[in-house]
């Protein structure tokens, strides 16, 4: 099982972006990972309530993620399930995992911490057995740099 | 507003690096890296335009034969190139998987990380209305 954490310092007020992540015209706004509008979106932000949200990507796919939401405290925490219905990541498909999103608010607005857990693959959970997950990706990382770095001095 | 720090070619990347990798390629890659050993001689060749295999080798405490076996499966998993030059063997760095397998890793980043640059960008536009719309009504 692999996880994924990004934190973001937004200004805006918590309520704000707590109703950008619960109704279906504001996840509508910002759903899916380029500028391709999002298709359609339903949410139904109460504890045992579904969502689901189908977005087109500019290779002209068509990608649905659907679950369920199991924890909804305004304007602070909300936790969902989540699968791949149609398209997304193959390496995922048919399975659930988690997305837990905190608001905190703060001073210039709200720190956002966004959460993709329970993410799981073949080569992440061998990797997690022999304990070297984190070295690898520090790793693949450094030697990526470093060879790009080469590539452009060639 | 981050939107436009992405141009239009790496988000065309993004979701296809998400939906089009290759399993199989990227087994071999991680079954390779799983071995400390390599990962050291990995990270030496990552300092080094190209090294000899016994500068390669001088740091390890194993026999040069076991070190060549390691050479052996980078070479095969397509992390290194060897080449040889008079009787010496030249190793270098081949990028290209390495690339691969980072991108593997770091798919979901590459697809949330753009939407929350978007969600900022809307809820900031949101409270700048909310706040205007205040202001009217505190005039």
Known sequence: ?154 | MAIGRLTASTREQTLHRLVNYRPRDLDRIFATLSDPTRRAILARLAQEDSMTISALAEPFSIKLPAVMKHLDVLSDAGLITRSKHGRTVNVRLSPAPLRKASEWLRRYERFWSPALDRLAAHVERKEAEARAAEAKVGR
Do not use: N
């Open chain 1, 1 to 154: 099982m692999t996880s994924l954490t990004l934190v973001r310092r937004i200004a805006a007020r918590p309520s704000i972006v707590f109703e950008a992540m619960t109704t279906a015209e504001g996840v509508a706004a910002w759903y899916g990972p380029d500028d391709l509008p999002v298709v359609s979106a339903e949410m139904d932000a109460r504890v045992g309530g579904a969502f689901r949200v189908r977005f087109r990507t500019l290779d002209g796919r068509d990608h649905e993620a659907c679950g369920e939401f199991l924890e909804v405290v305004p304007p602070r925490r909300i936790v969902m399930s989540w699968r791949w219905a149609v398209g997304g990541d193959p390496e995922e498909s048919g399975r659930v995992s988690r997305i837990e999103i905190e608001l905190a608010p703060i001073a210039e607005g709200t720190e956002v911490t966004f959460t993709h857990a329970d993410l799981s693959s073949e080569a992440s959970e061998k990797g997690h057995a022999a304990g070297w997950t984190g070295a690898l990706d520090k790793l693949v990382r450094h030697l990526a740099r470093a060879a790009a770095t080469a590539e452009k001095t060639q």
